[in-house]
Nanobody, 123 residues
Framework: QLQLVESGGGLVRPGGSLRLSCAAS????????IGWFRQVPGEVREAIAC????????DYADSVKGRFTISRDNAKNRVYLQMNSLTLEDTAVYYC????????????????WGQGTQVTVSS
């Protein structure tokens, strides 16, 4: 069974940091472009970062550029999202996805999704 599991979400104060982790089971992440997305209830899902299988290319949404960093450890079959300088607007459910296109982190047919992890930024 192909599965992605996110972890690392939680409650953090504005200006704080979190690191999200996405662990894969049932398939090797190294063969896939991996992305992080987020969604606030009632709003459109936003692609925020993605990274190529070879770890040689990454892309970020303007809203997180300079604050968030995506990385991967193919040996551990994991992808990470380091989030710094968090703001109230970063509050959302964060999802990782495998099998997207690196160009604008585009979701395609057959993309594999995790169940999401809640990130809440609040003072």
């Amino acid at each position: 069974q192909l599965q992605l599991v996110e972890s690392g979400g939680g409650l953090v104060r504005p200006g704080g940091s979190l690191r999200l982790s996405c662990a894969a089971s049932g398939f090797p992440l190294k063969n896939y472009v991996i992305g992080w997305f987020r969604q606030v209830p009632g709003e459109v899902r936003e692609a925020i970062a993605c990274i190529s299988g070879g770890n040689d290319r990454s892309d970020y949404a303007d809203s997180v550029k300079g604050r968030f960093t995506i990385s991967r450890d193919n040996a551990k079959n994991r992808v990470y999202l380091q989030m710094n300088s968090l703001t109230l607007e970063d509050t959302a459910v964060y999802y990782c996805a495998a099998g997207i296109r690196i160009d604008a982190c585009t979701v395609v047919s057959g993309t594999i999704w995790g169940q999401g992890t809640q990130v809440t930024v609040s003072s």
